[in-house]
C-alpha cells in the first residue's frame, strides 16, 4: 500500500542525504577530472590495435567508471526512482528478535553482504571468459555491473525491506500472482541448491590436502564469535576497535597457517575431501541458526578485509609493476565459438559465463535474505546494495587482469582440457600453438616448477589461471621470482576463503527461502523465530545440497557434477525472476515512468539467457547440445565404443543420463521464467489500466528510532545527529554509534 505521508517534521529529515542546493565548483572539477581519467581509460582500451597495452589502463577505465555510476546513478535511484525515507523503520528494527532481525551497523553490514555475495564467480567467470579477450569481457563487467547488476541489488534489497525481509520467491508470489510466483518459487529454490553445490565443490577442491588454508580459514570461526560478542557485550557499537583488533587476529591466523603446514601439526589439518564435505555441512548448519550478530556476520565482515585488503594490493600491484596485457583485445573464439575453454559464440555465451562481478541472481537472494533483517535505515541500500555490488565488479576486473597478464600460451594450456590439448607438455605445446598462440613445452614446465606445482596442464575451473596472474603481479612488486610460489598458494588460499562466506550466507538465505514457501502451507514456519520450523529448514537445505555435494565428490561424473553445466544459465536465469520483480514493484507502485530501470535491463537479461537455454536444448553442436550430447555418446553405446572422458561403458551410460537430465532441467527452468515473465507482464498491464486494482504487500510505515548515516563514512550533518542521539537517553529502541 501507499506509505502514509509523514509530519512536516519527519519529512525534513527523511533523508540526509537526499542532494541539496547547486554543487561547488571544487566538486565539478573532481568529478570532470574522474570522468575523464575514466574515459581515457577507455579511449586507450578502444583504440589499440594489435599491440599490448599496460593493464593500468583498465584499472582507470573501471574505476572511473565505478565512481561516476555511484555517485550519479546509484544516487538518482535512490531518491528519484525508490524515494528512500530515512524516517521509515526497518525491518531491523521492528522486529529485531536478536537472531535474524538485529539492527547493524552499516560498516558490519556492507561487509557481510559484500561477503555473502561475492563468491566463485567474479573470480573464475572473468577468468573463462578471457578465452574471447580481455575487451569483451571488461565491458560487460563494467557496463553490466552499473546498469543491470548493482541496481538488481539494490532495488530487490529495498523492496525487501519494505515487506519484512521477504525472499524474493515469496515477493514474486505475493506481488506478481500465484502462478508466476508458483513457478518463482519452484525455480528459485532448485537454482538455489544448485548454487550452492558448485560453491561448495569449489572450495571442497581448493582446501582438500592444503593444512594452510584450513587452519586459517578454520580459524576464522572462533575469532568471529569473539568479535560478534565482542560488539553486542563488551563493547556495544566500537566497530573500528574490534575491527583493528579481528584484521590482527585474521593477519596472525594467515601467517600461522605457514607454521602450521611446515610443522608435525599438518597431518590434523590435512583433510581428505569427504572429511571436508562432512565439516562444511556442519559449519553451513550451524551458520543458519545461530543469531547472525554471533557468527555470520562478524565473520564475513572479517573476510571482507581479507577480500578488499587483498585486492586493493593487487591493484596498487598493478600500478607500480605495470603489467601489460599479452592476451589479445578480441580473440579468433569470439566469432568461431570454437575455443576449447568453453564452447558456444560470444553472444550469448560471454554474458553467461561472467555472472558475478556484472549480472547475478545469486545477489538478489541475498538482497530478500540477510541482508534486509538487518539494514538500520532505507537510505542505506544504495552503499550496501549497488556499493557492494560495484566492489565485487572490481573483484572481476582483477580477475579478468590477472588471466590477461599472463601469456595466452599458458592461458590456454592451464584451461583446456586433456581431451583437446593432451596429457603432456609436448603435446600440450603442439595444441596450443595450432591455437595460434606459441608456448615451448620448457616454458610450460618452468612455469609449473616456479610456482612450486607438478604441472599446470589441464588446471580447469580459473582459480589457478587467476592464483598465476595473482603470483605474477605481486612478484614483481614484493620477493621477485623466488616468490612466486608463496604468492600462488596464497591465493589460492584466499579464493577458497571468497567463497566460504558465500556458502554460509547462502545457506541462511535458503532456510529463509523454504520457511516462506512452507509459510504458505502451515503458518508457523514464516515465523523465523519458530525454532523448530528454523531447524527444519535449515537441515532441509544443507542436506539438499550436502547430498549433490557427497555425490559429486565420490563419483567424478555424478552429484553435482552431474548438474555443474546449468551453474551459469541457471544463475542468469535467477536474475530474470529479480528484475521481473523488481518491475513488477515498481510499475505497481506508482513508478511506471521509471521502470525503464529494472526493465531495460530485464529485457537483456532475458535475451541473452532464454537465447543462451536454446541454444543448450535445441543446438546440434555436441559441445554447446545437451541432447546432441546425449545422442553422440547413446550411439557410442549402440555401436559399443568408449568415447573420451568416459573410461568404460558405465560412464558412457553416465554421461548419457547426465546429458539428458540438464538438457531436461534447463528446459524446465527456462519455461518456469517465461510463466514468470509472462504473469509479470499481466500483472503490470493490469495496473497500468486500473491503478487502483494494484495491491501491494508493502508493511505500513512506522516512525524510526535509529540514528545512523547513510554511508561508509559519516557526513557533518550526519556526525551532528549522531552527538545529538548521544546526548539523549537511549531507551525506546534508539540505537546510538560512538561519535568520532
Not at 5 to 22: F, L, V
Not at 516 to 537: E, I, M, R, Y
Not at 630 to 637: E, L, N, P, V
Not at 694 to 703: D, N, Q, R
Request: net charge neutral.
Amino acid at each position: 500500500m501507499p506509505e502514509p505521508e509523514a509530519t512536516g517534521t519527519q519529512r525534513a529529515t527523511a533523508s540526509p542525504a537526499t542532494p541539496s542546493g547547486s554543487p561547488s565548483p571544487k566538486s565539478i572539477a573532481v568529478w570532470v577530472l574522474v570522468g575523464l581519467v575514466g574515459a581515457i581509460g577507455w579511449g586507450v582500451l578502444a583504440l589499440s590495435r594489435g599491440e599490448e597495452i599496460s593493464a593500468a589502463w583498465l584499472l582507470a577505465a573501471a574505476l572511473g567508471s565505478y565512481a561516476i555510476a555511484y555517485r550519479f546513478y546509484a544516487r538518482f535511484i535512490a531518491h528519484r526512482v525508490l524515494k528512500v525515507d530515512a524516517t521509515r523503520a526497518t525491518p531491523a528494527e521492528r522486529l529485531d528478535n536478536g537472531v535474524d532481525f538485529h539492527p547493524t551497523d552499516r560498516r558490519v553490514l556492507f561487509g557481510h553482504h559484500f561477503a555473502a555475495v561475492a563468491g566463485a564467480g567474479p573470480l573464475v567467470g572473468p577468468v573463462l571468459a578471457a578465452q574471447m579477450g580481455y575487451l569483451p569481457g571488461t565491458i560487460w563487467i563494467v557496463a553490466g555491473v552499473i546498469f543491470a547488476g548493482a541496481v538488481q541489488d539494490m532495488v530487490t534489497l529495498f523492496f525487501s525491506t519494505r515487506r519484512d525481509g521477504r525472499s524474493l520467491g515469496q515477493m514474486a508470489r505475493d506481488e506478481i500472482g500465484p502462478v508466476g510466483g508458483a513457478a518463482a518459487l519452484v525455480a528459485v529454490f532448485a537454482i538455489m541448491i544448485i548454487l550452492l553445490a558448485v560453491l561448495a565443490l569449489v572450495i571442497v577442491n581448493a582446501l582438500a590436502h592444503s593444512p594452510w588454508g584450513v587452519f586459517s580459514i578454520g580459524m576464522t570461526i572462533p575469532i568471529a564469535v569473539f568479535m560478534g560478542f565482542y560488539l553486542r557485550v563488551l563493547r556495544p557499537g566500537r566497530v573500528t576497535e574490534v575491527s583493528l583488533i579481528g584484521v590482527a587476529l585474521l593477519l596472525l591466523a594467515i601467517v600461522a597457517g605457514g607454521w602450521v603446514a611446515e610443522s608435525s601439526f599438518a597431518g590434523t589439518f590435512t583433510l581428505e575431501k569427504e572429511t571436508l564435505v562432512i565439516w562444511m555441512v556442519v559449519y553451513g548448519f550451524l551458520a543458519s541458526v545461530l543469531p547472525v550478530w554471533m557468527l555470520l556476520a562478524p565473520r564475513d565482515y572479517l573476510s571482507t578485509f581479507m577480500k578488499v585488503g587483498t585486492i586493493a594490493l593487487l591493484a596498487i600491484g598493478v600500478v607500480i609493476a605495470m603489467p601489460t596485457l599479452k592476451m589479445p583485445s578480441i580473440t579468433d573464439f569470439a566469432a568461431r565459438g570454437d575455443g576449447p575453454v568453453f564452447a558456444g559464440s560470444m553472444f550469448p555465451f560471454v554474458f553467461i559465463t561472467i555472472a558475478c562481478g556484472a549480472l547475478s541472481g545469486f545477489h538478489a537472494l541475498v538482497s530478500s535474505g540477510t541482508t534486509p533483517k538487518m539494514i538500520q535505515k532505507e537510505t542505506q541500500v544504495r552503499m550496501i546494495g549497488y556499493g557492494a555490488m560495484l566492489t565485487e565488479s572490481f573483484v572481476a576486473v582483477m580477475a579478468i587482469i590477472a588471466a590477461c597478464i599472463i601469456e595466452p600460451g599458458l592461458f590456454f594450456a592451464v584451461n583446456s582440457p586433456p581431451g583437446i590439448i593432451g596429457t603432456t607438455v609436448e603435446s600440450a605445446s603442439q595444441a596450443v600453438t595450432n591455437f595460434g598462440f606459441a608456448i615451448s613445452p620448457e616454458a610450460l614446465t618452468q612455469a609449473a616448477k616456479d610456482v612450486e606445482e607438478a604441472s599446470l596442464l589441464s588446471r580447469t575451473g580459473g582459480a589457478p589461471t587467476f592464483a598465476l596472474g595473482m603470483s605474477e603481479i605481486f612478484s614483481s612488486v614484493i620477493g621477485g621470482a623466488g616468490m612466486k610460489a608463496f604468492w600462488y598458494h596464497f591465493a589460492i588460499m584466499f579464493e577458497a576463503l571468497f567463497i566460504l562466506t558465500t556458502l554460509d550466507a547462502g545457506t541462511r538465505v535458503g532456510r529463509f527461502m523454504l520457511q516462506d514457501t512452507l509459510g504458505n502451507v502451515h503458518k508457523s514456519f514464516k515465523d523465523v523465530s519458530w525454532k523448530p520450523g528454523v531447524w527444519f529448514a535449515s537441515a532441509i537445505v544443507v542436506g539438499a545440497w550436502g547430498y549433490f555435494l557427497w555425490v559429486g565428490i565420490k563419483d567424478p561424473l555424478g552429484g553435482i557434477n552431474q548438474l555443474f553445466p546449468l551453474f551459469g544459465i541457471a544463475n542468469q536465469l535467477l536474475a530474470a525472476v529479480a528484475l521481473a520483480v523488481c518491475t513488477t514493484l515498481l510499475v505497481k507502485s506508482g513508478r511506471l515512468k521509471w521502470a525503464w530501470v529494472t526493465g531495460v535491463p530485464l529485457v537483456w537479461d532475458a535475451t541473452v539467457t532464454l537465447t543462451a537455454s536454446y541454444q543448450k536444448v535445441f543446438s546440434e553442436d555436441v559441445k554447446v547440445g545437451f541432447f546432441a550430447q546425449r545422442d553422440k555418446y547413446q550411439a557410442g553405446i549402440d555401436a559399443d565404443k568408449v568415447l573420451a572422458p568416459a573410461k568404460n561403458m558405465d560412464d558412457m551410460h553416465t554421461i548419457v543420463t547426465n546429458a539428458t537430465v540438464d538438457g531436461v532441467l534447463c528446459a524446465l527452468f527456462a519455461v518456469l521464467i517465461i510463466v514468470v515473465l509472462a504473469d509479470a507482464l499481466r500483472t503490470c498491464v493490469k495496473a497500468v489500466r486500473d491503478p487502483g486494482s494494484a495491491k501491494l504487500s508493502e508493511v505500513p510505515w512506522t516512525e524510526s528510532k535509529i540514528v545512523a548515516p547513510a554511508g561508509l563514512i559519516a557526513t557533518a550533518e550526519e556526525r551532528a545527529r549522531l552527538a545529538a542521539a548521544a546526548d539523549r537517553d537511549s531507551g525506546g529502541g534508539q540505537v546510538k554509534e560512538p561519535v568520532g
